[in-house]
Nanobody
């Protein structure tokens, strides 16, 4: 069974940095792309970034381009989200998720496996 465990959330001041990690176990067919999503209070969950399992292809939401970097750790099945120059608008619960290599990386409905989420709070 595929399991995703996130870590690294917390409280940081605006302009600061945090690094989120998502460790995946039990990988099977249909786990080729890892994505990060976030959900702020009262808002819908939104796409943040995605990476192919080999790390060669990355995708970012416009709101985080130039500030966030998604990467992989080898040999562990761990993907990281380095978040720099954080803003109060980045405050949300962040989720990692995995999907197969078909369908849109931006659409949460394409992702079949999800982590439990980790809280990121950015104070002004």
């Amino acid at each position: 069974q595929v399991q995703l465990v996130e870590s690294g959330g917390g409280l940081v001041q605006a302009g600061g940095s945090l690094r989120l990690s998502c460790e995946v176990s039990g990988r099977t067919f249909g786990t080729d792309i890892m994505g990060w999503f976030r959900q702020a209070p009262g808002k819908e969950r939104e796409f943040v970034a995605a990476i192919s399992w080999g790390g060669g292809d990355t995708t970012y939401a416009d709101s985080v381009k130039g500030r966030f970097t998604i990467s992989r750790d080898n040999p562990k099945d761990t993907k990281n989200l380095q978040m720099n120059n954080l803003k109060p608008d980045d405050t949300a619960v962040y989720y990692c998720a995995v999907k197969g290599d078909s369908g849109s990386n931006y659409s949460e409905s394409e992702y079949g496996y999800w982590g439990q989420g980790t809280q990121v709070t950015v104070s002004s």
